[in-house]
């Protein structure tokens, strides 16, 4: 399975960017998507997660500003992200948890880049 991102740029403090992710090939069991970040100099770190049954969840860092939406049935997530900050310049990475549990990630896409500047 390949999951492949894409959205990402740059964008003003304060702006919006929305990153899409789209798995590519048979993806099968009950299935979480989320949405991680690496930001730079610091470990992978989650940012939200939906289920099938519409659940999500957010890091502290980021309620409020992003969200998550998905069709799990047709293997495709959404991250739209206001109120941008430089803290969130980072590659941002699509993974699948094909348990549905939201604590299995087993697929992941590569990445893409998302720039802020103040």
């Known amino acids: 399975v390949q999951l492949v991102e894409s959205g990402g740029g740059s964008a003003q403090a304060g702006g919006s960017l929305r990153l899409s992710c789209a798995a590519l090939?048979?993806?099968?069991?009950?299935?979480?998507l989320g949405w991680f970040r690496r930001l730079s100099g610091e470990a992978r770190e989650r940012v939200a997660t939906?289920?099938?049954?519409?659940?999500?969840t957010y890091a502290d860092s980021v309620k409020g500003r992003f969200t998550i939406s998905g069709d799990i049935a047709k293997n495709t997530v959404s991250l739209e992200m206001n109120d941008l900050k430089s803290e969130d310049s980072g590659i941002y990475i699509c993974?699948?948890?094909?348990?549905?549990?939201?604590?299995?990630?087993?697929?992941w896409g590569r990445g893409t880049q998302v720039t802020i500047s103040s």
């Open positions: 993974a699948a948890d094909p348990s549905g549990t939201c604590t299995n990630f087993q697929h």
């Open positions: 939906i289920d099938r049954y519409e659940h999500s």
């Open positions: 090939g048979p993806l099968y069991g009950s299935r979480c």
